[in-house]
């Protein structure tokens, strides 16, 4: 079993929230309360209970709020920051914090999303597939919010849908990425990327891998599925 302590861990928690505005204003919605706890917390204590000791927190909009809430630690986990001067975009945010991250092979989290799956067992397929990059795949019965990603027999991914095109089941990007350190420095410094619509298509055929699975799912990103989020964590013992 592969050590994950040696995995340096990136949370992208720098984004506007403007959807969410209406319910939290003036908070960064990381730190919004679900069960009386910062969402973000759920995904530390997801993160503290795998194994993991290095975790770089990205930082951007409202981001002294985060730092506030959690300091250098949590539990097992030493907390670093990586604070943006401008949106720089998820993939910028990312580049932004490479100094921090020492690690061969990187764990990105979304800090707006929770996906609720084996992070042991996904390391060890990005590492039997001698990934380049690997996604967390989940299993929707509706993938016109998100988007879609497909897959072929080998697990490699081929494409990806926009969100809108189809209401029809399929599988959906689960906002926890493994990407190797080496792909990280190819992305420009200093713009502002995302790293799911300019960086992912053109990783295809690279060694881009997504491990599927029905991984219960949910992201804060709109006032109704905020709403969700204290049903949806009552069934994890986090």
Same mark, same amino acid.
């Given at each position: 079993?592969?050590?994950?302590?040696?995995?340096?861990?990136?949370?992208?928690?720098?984004?506007?929230?403007?959807?969410?505005?209406?319910?939290?204003?003036?908070?960064?919605?990381?730190?919004?309360?679900?069960?009386?706890?910062?969402?973000?917390?759920?995904?530390?204590?997801?993160?503290?209970?795998?194994?993991?000791?290095?975790?770089?927190?990205?930082?951007?909009?409202?981001?002294?709020?985060?730092?506030?809430?959690?300091?250098?630690?949590?539990?097992?986990?030493?907390?670093?920051?990586?604070?943006?001067?401008?949106?720089?975009?998820?993939?910028?945010? $990312? +580049?932004?914090?490479?100094?921090?991250? @020492? &690690?061969?092979?990187?764990?990105? #989290? %979304? /800090?707006?999303?929770?996906?609720?799956?084996?992070?042991?067992?996904?390391?060890?397929?990005?590492?039997?597939?001698?990934?380049?990059?690997?996604?967390?795949?989940?299993?929707?019965?509706?993938?016109?919010?998100?988007?879609?990603?497909?897959?072929?027999?080998?697990?490699? $991914? +081929?494409?990806?849908?926009?969100?809108? @095109? &189809?209401?029809?089941?399929?599988? #959906? %990007? /689960?906002?926890?990425?493994?990407?190797?350190?080496?792909?990280?420095?190819?992305?420009?410094?200093?713009?502002?990327?995302?790293?799911?619509?300019?960086?992912?298509?053109?990783?295809?055929?690279?060694?881009?891998?997504?491990?599927?699975?029905?991984?219960?799912?949910?992201? $804060?990103?709109?006032?109704?599925?905020?709403?969700?989020?204290?049903?949806?964590?009552?069934?994890?013992?986090?």
């Amino acid at each position: 079993m592969k050590y994950l302590g040696d995995v340096h861990v990136a949370i992208l928690a720098g984004g506007l929230g403007t959807r969410l505005a209406s319910v939290l204003p003036g908070q960064q919605k990381v730190i919004a309360k679900v069960k009386k706890r910062p969402f973000l917390e759920y995904i530390l204590e997801q993160l503290d209970q795998a194994g993991f000791k290095n975790v770089v927190i990205c930082t951007g909009y409202l981001g002294d709020q985060v730092i506030k809430a959690f300091g250098d630690k949590y539990k097992g986990l030493y907390l670093r920051y990586s604070k943006e001067q401008s949106p720089l975009g998820t993939a910028g945010a $990312i +580049v932004n914090a490479l100094s921090y991250l @020492k &690690s061969e092979n990187v764990l990105i #989290i %979304n /800090g707006d999303s929770f996906c609720e799956c084996n992070l042991q067992s996904f390391y060890e397929f990005h590492l039997k597939k001698e990934a380049n990059a690997s996604i967390i795949l989940t299993a929707v019965s509706d993938t016109s919010r998100y988007g879609k990603v497909y897959v072929d027999e080998s697990d490699q $991914i +081929v494409g990806f849908e926009e969100k809108g @095109k &189809s209401r029809e089941p399929g599988l #959906i %990007n /689960g906002g926890i990425y493994l990407i190797n350190r080496s792909f990280i420095e190819e992305i420009p410094e200093g713009k502002a990327i995302s790293i799911e619509k300019e960086v992912f298509p053109n990783w295809i055929g690279k060694g881009f891998y997504g491990y599927k699975g029905k991984h219960d799912f949910i992201d $804060i990103g709109t006032p109704e599925t905020y709403a969700q989020a204290e049903l949806f964590f009552s069934r994890f013992k986090l």
